[in-house]
């Protein structure tokens, strides 16, 4: 499965955004989603997970309570909604697929598909 994100740019602090990652595939409708960052200089690291039917959700400390993912499996997409933004937020941002539902929701390792990741900036 190919998958393609978008939504990234620039925003000041306080700001929002909102990722949406559209897949190739209607089988990814069946696959636990994720989303990670990387910032410069640092390891990729997970932002937020979704299981297959929307009802499981999982954020990484950092964003809990900022970020909210959900996706529309008519639409074969998943969404990243950031809001209050700080400049600790800039990194790229990957969307992933686990295909071989290996249930490491919080994992790198735990996602066999991933996207070309698209550049959110947070300005001070």
């Known amino acids: 499965v190919q998958l393609q994100a978008c939504g990234g740019g620039l925003v000041q602090a306080g700001g929002s955004l909102t990722l949406a990652c559209v897949a190739s595939?209607?089988?990814?409708?069946?696959?636990?989603m994720g989303w990670f960052r990387q910032a410069p200089g640092k390891e990729r690291e997970f932002v937020a997970g979704i299981n297959w039917s929307g009802s499981s959700t999982y954020y990484a400390d950092s964003v809990n309570g900022r970020f909210t993912i959900s996706r529309d499996n008519a639409k074969n997409t998943v969404y990243l909604q950031m809001n209050e933004l700080t400049p600790e937020d800039t990194a790229v941002y990957f969307c992933?697929?686990?295909?071989?539902?290996?249930?490491?929701?919080?994992?790198?390792?735990?996602?066999?598909?991933w996207g070309q990741g698209t550049l959110v900036t947070v300005s001070s």
């Open positions: 595939e209607r089988a990814a409708s069946d696959y636990t």
């Open positions: 992933a697929a686990d295909s071989s539902y290996s249930g490491n929701y919080y994992l790198v390792t735990g996602y066999n598909h």
